[in-house]
């Protein structure tokens, strides 16, 4: 039999995370997808770097805040569905949506889209037969700088999150070289020029020609001046590719339900997260209007905001907003576990 939840979330990054969270604050039903095999969305890119940015939070990990937001955003056991890319969203009536997937339909009163900026996939290095190094040391997301202490790194990119890469990498590293396909690094310009008193070997106008492999290891690159053909070659215990990334929204290209859009790619909203569908809702990264905040923070307004809508849309009686946390008695219980431990300690 199918279920018709109050919302269906389309996923699970902070923006997903923190609408289940509330929605379960104000006393609604949800399911989160996402097509990864874990949740916390873009922040599984930079689990390493340090974010300044998350109101009240000290500077940490992206990793702990993502722990921290899947924590939360699974209090209220939302029902959570991995490793399923949504390909469509149906409307049978104001009050009944149906988000497809490959293999099952799933049925909702509400829809939120939180895809952030879709289906994320780095850009390859276009060598034949160079993923099967990928389990061990070609990488396109660095899940920990650890590994890289006493390596000898080749970072390939001349953009922001190569440059930075290397920065964080430079001081832990045996050597590191980054080479970069154009004349300059298009990183800030005053952290390209760090690059040299951390001792990082910067190499222009050459682009990585072919790899030079023991079994399933790199062992040195071929790397090719794009003018004059000459060719180098450096001896790697790992490299870093950082080419950018595909950013796949076929889900809101294609869907029945037709969104309006921007840059033939963001959901056109409101600061009310509506859409010009009455019972489908856009959040996070994905959603575009005059005042948009493209931030964590952003994604968690955004989420309170869209469930207080999906409340009142659903009871046109219940409030405009839910009642603050520190009020509600939906926490009772557990707040006097951390209050007992609090007076305890
Ligand atoms: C390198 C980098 C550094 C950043 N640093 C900071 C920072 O310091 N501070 C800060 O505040 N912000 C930072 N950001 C921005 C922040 O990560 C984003 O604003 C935030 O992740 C957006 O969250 P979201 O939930 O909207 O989307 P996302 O995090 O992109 O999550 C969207 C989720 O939707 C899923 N999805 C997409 N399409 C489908 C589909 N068809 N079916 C199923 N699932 C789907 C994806 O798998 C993903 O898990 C940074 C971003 C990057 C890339």
New binding site residues.
Partial sequence: MKQLLDITI????????YAAFYAGLRGLKVRI????NT????????PE?I????GGIPPQP?AEIMQNLIKQGTTFNPEVILN????DIKKENDYHFIVE?SDKSYHSKTVIV???????KPIKLDIEGADRYEVNNLHYVVPSLKRFKDKRVLISGGGN?AVDWAHDIAPIAKSVHIICRKEDFKGHEETVRQLDDLGVIKITNQTIHSLIADEDEIKQVEIIHNTDDTIQILDVDDVIINHGFHM????LNDSTVQFERVDDFYIKGNANTSTNTPGIYA????LKHDAKV??????FH?AATSINQIKMYLDPNAPSYGIVSSHNPIFEEENEKIKKKLFES
């Fill in positions: 389309i996923g699970g990054g902070p923006a997903g995370l997808i996402d097509q990864n949740l916390g969305g873009k922040l599984n890119l930079f770097k974010v300044w940015d998350a992206a399923t890319v949504v390909t997937t939180a895809v952030g900026s879709g289906i994320i999150a796949d929204c076929e889900l959040i996070g990264d994905i493209n931030l964590i923070i952003g994604c955004d």
